[in-house]
């Protein structure tokens, strides 16, 4: 097992990966600080894994909330079922919530952690390679609203991570490369020798290689995890982290929550804003390409969909975190291996990508 550390003073944590650690019932413990803990997970995931879960816990007062499977279910109504068993179960505030599943179980169970009587402890657990290198590390949690993703949330870091790359046997191929997207992206915003490593062996990451899926996560973890540690509250380097996610969350938004998957959206958005950093002058050809190639290996959709105009992703990407008194704000790249910080965009170039770019 690895042990990778973010390191935020008193509230720093593990990150723990490696196989089998699910069943490691002292991985759980050490974290816990009653007898109370509650268990969210989806119906996806509960049937593969929850019994396992459960059998480590046995010394402790455990309830679980099992939500439906999606994207639009990431909404303040579900989180309020979770409120409502915890209450109901007279839960209080030294009690632990311990999210098994991808980043909308993590989101999810990381709000109402951060929420219920003003803060719970709370574990990761995640279960798709997403959340494993990239949404369950750094305390981002949240849900969505229909005019918006993510906006309504807190940063609310956990007691640890634990990251058991065994579970990515039962995710399909489709999520699989998902979490390859954001994989990528470390690559881009701040390892150019990563993402070298990642195109000679993108091919054993597909085919599941053991080995090579335990780098990608360390690696991904390491940057996270240190980008965290800088930044945690997101005012200046971890903004590089959102590449491709203000047109990403456009298109998630746009064609409707769940249509297309978290990290296929921000594929076409890191696409998007490659384009946008070439014609600013900073990526030539040839990175364009390279990037583009890398997402298309992956068997990510690259080009924006059809039915989002220039002027509806617009109004989109002007509801996002990013923005400054209404102005459109967008990391771009430098060059593969450096991001700038958030930059402000005129319509205008914008629209050239936008209509440009994949039409
Ligand atoms: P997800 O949580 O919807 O999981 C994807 C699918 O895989 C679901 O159907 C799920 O039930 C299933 N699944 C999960 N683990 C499985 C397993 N081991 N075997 C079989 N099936 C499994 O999606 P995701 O891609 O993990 O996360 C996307 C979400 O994460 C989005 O809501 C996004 O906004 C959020 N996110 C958050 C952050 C952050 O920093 N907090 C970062 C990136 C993304
Ligand atoms: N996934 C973006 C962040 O954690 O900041």
């Not at 989806?42 to 049937?47: F, L, R, S």
């Not at 109402?112 to 369950?136: E, H, K, M, W």
């Not at 020798?193 to 597909?206: I, K, Q, T």
């Amino acid at each position: 097992m690895n042990k990778i550390l973010v390191e935020l003073g008193s509230r720093s944590y593990p990150i723990y990966i490696g196989s089998d650690l699910l069943g490691k019932s002292e991985l759980y413990s050490q974290h816990i600080k009653s007898k109370q803990v509650v268990i969210i997970s989806n119906e996806t995931i509960a049937p593969l894994y929850l019994k396992t879960v459960l059998s480590q816990l046995d010394k402790y007062q455990v309830t679980t909330v099992i939500l439906p499977d999606g994207e639009q279910f990431k909404t303040l109504d579900y989180v309020t079922r979770i409120f409502d068993e915890l209450l109901s179960n007279k839960f209080s505030r030294n009690s632990t919530l311990i999210a098994l599943g991808g980043g909308v179980i993590g989101d999810m169970g990381g709000f109402a952690s951060a929420c219920y009587q003003r803060g719970i402890n709370f574990i990761q657990v995640p279960t798709t390679l997403l959340a494993q290198v990239d949404s369950s590390v750094g305390g981002k949690t949240g849900v969505n609203h229909p005019l918006g993703k993510n906006m309504i949330g807190a940063f609310y870091q956990p007691q640890c991570v634990i990251a058991d790359a065994n579970v990515l046997d039962t995710l399909d191929d489709r999520q699989l490369s998902a979490g390859l997207a954001e994989v990528i992206k470390y690559g881009l915003i701040r390892d150019a020798d990563f993402f070298v490593w990642l195109e000679e062996n993108m091919s054993a990451l597909l085919a599941r290689d053991k080995k090579a899926l335990s780098y990608a996560i360390e690696q991904s973890c390491i940057n996270k995890a240190q980008i965290v540690s800088e930044d945690e509250t997101e005012t200046g380097v971890r903004a590089t982290l959102n590449l491709g996610h203000t047109f990403g969350h456009a298109i998630e938004t746009g064609s409707g929550y769940g249509v297309f998957l978290h990290g296929e959206a921000v594929a076409i958005g890191t696409c998007q804003a490659a384009d946008l950093s070439r014609r600013k002058g900073w990526l030539n050809d040839v990175d364009v390409d390279r990037i583009i190639t890398l997402f298309k290996r992956c068997h990510l959709p690259t080009t924006p969909p059809e039915d989002l105009s220039a002027d509806r992703f617009i109004d989109l990407m002007s509801v996002d975190k990013k923005n400054v008194d209404g102005q459109i704000r967008v990391i771009l790249l430098k060059k593969i291996g450096e991001a700038t910080l958030p930059i402000g965009i005129n319509t205008e170039d914008l629209r050239e990508t936008l209509d440009g770019y994949g039409r």
